[in-house]
């Protein structure tokens, strides 16, 4: 009957669409043809559906420039234990297959932090089982609902010291603990899951900014000591190394202080977590590039939202899976990135290191339809 | 509750006052010898009146000092009959004392929503999931715009329908009656947020 029929045409549609989504990310200049056709063939499919602006456009803009190598991300998937909360277990599964599927594989997958939603046991051991379905290889970041409860030690020993650094295709990769807080807790003599809600609450005032801390700039110092200036550089911190909302801790208190040690670098990018949406920023000679959550998407902040950012539309609160997703990062010869945000259900959005080189006057990701209230 | 009103009655009555100095003369008398040293630079004691806004600066009294009783009676009528005469010209009914309670009672209501709003067992949630991992400080919750229609579900909502929508869908509870207290706790933090903000219902 019509509705059966009208299912299998939508089911076409999008199988051809997500084939056409991931042909994009790869593309090259053979691959352009058979795109471009199969865009062609899409646009056909589409007659019967709501127009999308997703075909040749987004090709061309894709092809103007090879990217090195390409890794993809999972983050903030916020992990109960599965008889708690069996949603964000399966969301976070789902971002698991969809880097699973990417052909040809990406060159490692970056897990981006919070894990788990209060740090417990059960959740970060949930969490190790999930990602260890990962195909490509996983770089692990920590994130602070991972930390506050036991002070790091169950994720440390699951997964290694949260500060590390690589080598990768000539790009020098640093993983950075960005999320420490000074001590709130002692004073007012909280339990360690007293500590650890205060930090899990995003506008719970009661804690202190995030920080990369003493410690971790000095490891930092070391660490860029011996990496030449013109090697393009690539952080992952679980917040954004810089200052965008205070109450949300959507901050780094000594970000400025960070961004000194990385301005004499001549192409660095800062991939985080945390923020849970589209989020775009660039100081001199730093691009950074927020990702999605497998969860739920914050809304943006009230004040402080950076000027190159282009919104993602307001999440649907009736489709659960609205405002979340996962990505890749296509990373360019000379250094800095493409970022593709892979929402679920909706168009994928990228954000392209020409957007960010030219100040957002070329290349611009398209402007919400519903941005922020 | 009643409680707070006790201690209010007992400050305006000031008896208590006089009470305490009787009883604890003798032992004050010697600390204040002691203590007048130390005190001198001490602010002067100041007397407030239960309505909020009286207040009389006691000379030579400094604060922690405790009156002698006559002098407590007769700095208590000589305040009373000012703001007996004050009351005597002025025009409205109501007194700052109840523009006090208005303002306690509708911060008693929205910190009790904010206590709601972040803990998803008070309202019956099931999976973990409280209103402020969406919504944090009711952002995203723009009271303001209701009531509307919303597509998904058919219908002009209120900003409560909404609330018991996410109560029963990502949160996995049960819907709470319009007139519950939570309700009505919610709704007083939300509009909070929101205060300010020029109404625009039907703004989607």
Known sequence: MWPLKWKKREQEYRRERAEFFSAVSLL??????????????????????????????????AAQAQPAFRFAYISDTHLYERQL???????????????????????????????????????????????????????????EHDWFLDMGDKWKELFGPPNYSFDHKG??????????????????????????????????????????????????????????????VVIFSHSPLYKYYEPWNFWTEDADQVQA?????????????????????????????????????????????????????????????????GGQISVHPGGYVDKHYNLWGRNPVVVSKLYLDSWGKQDAPPAPGFPSY | MNKRYMKVIALMMFAAVSAFAL??????????????????????????????????????????????PEMARNIAAKMLATVAQEKAKQTSKWTARDRQTWEREQKRL??????????????????????????????????????????????????????????????????????????LALEAYMTAQRKGVPLDPGKH
């Open chain 1, 28 to 61: 090259d200049r053979r691959s352009f043809i058979k795109v471009a056709g199969m865009a062609a063939g899409v646009a056909a499919a589409k007659t019967a559906l709501p127009p999308h602006s997703f075909q040749l456009v987004d090709v061309v803009s």
């Open chain 1, 85 to 143: 909360n069996e949603r964000f277990v399966k969301a976070a599964m789902r971002a698991v297959q969809d880097v699973n599927a990417l052909n040809p594989q990406p060159d490692f997958v970056l897990f981006g932090g919070d894990l788990a939603q209060l740090g417990q046991v059960g959740e970060l051991d949930l969490g190790k089982q999930i990602l260890s379905e990962v195909k490509a290889p996983i770089k692990m970041m920590v994130g």
């Open chain 1, 171 to 232: 790009v020098h990769f640093i993983t950075l603990m960005s999320v420490n807080e000074k001590d709130f807790w002692t004073a007012k003599n909280m339990t360690p899951m007293q500590r650890m809600l205060t930090v899990a609450g995003l506008d719970n005032s009661a804690q202190s900014r995030f920080e990369v801390g003493v410690e971790g700039r000095n490891w930092l110092k070391a660490d860029l000591a011996k990496v030449p200036k013109n090697r393009p």
């Open chain 1, 261 to 325: 040690m990385l301005a004499p670098f001549r192409s660095v990018t800062v991939i985080h977590g945390h923020t849970h949406q589209m989020l775009t920023n660039r100081i001199g000679n730093i691009h950074f590039h927020g990702m999605l959550s497998t969860a739920w998407p914050w809304p943006y902040a009230p004040m402080g939202l950076p000027k190159l950012t282009v919104q993602m539309d307001r999440a649907d609160p009736f489709d659960e899976a609205d405002g979340t997703g």
């Open chain 2, 23 to 68: 009883r604890e003369a003798f032992i004050v008398e010697a600390q204040q010898k002691q203590e007048a040293e130390a005190k001198q630079e001490a602010s002067p004691l100041v007397v407030q009146l239960c309505d909020g806004t009286s207040k009389l600066e006691i000379e030579g009294l400094k604060e922690g000092d405790v009156m002698p």
């Open chain 2, 110 to 183: 929205i910190e009790e929503g904010d206590k709601l709003f972040h803990d998803w067992k008070a309202l019956g949630g099931t999976i973990g999931i409280s209103c402020d991992m969406c919504h944090p400080n009711a952002s995203n919750t723009h009271a303001e715009t209701y009531p509307k229609f919303q597509t998904q579900i058919k219908k002009v909502a209120a900003l409560r329908d909404m609330v018991n929508w996410c109560i029963e869908n990502p949160m996995k509870g049960k819907p709470i009656a319009a007139d519950d207290p939570r309700m």
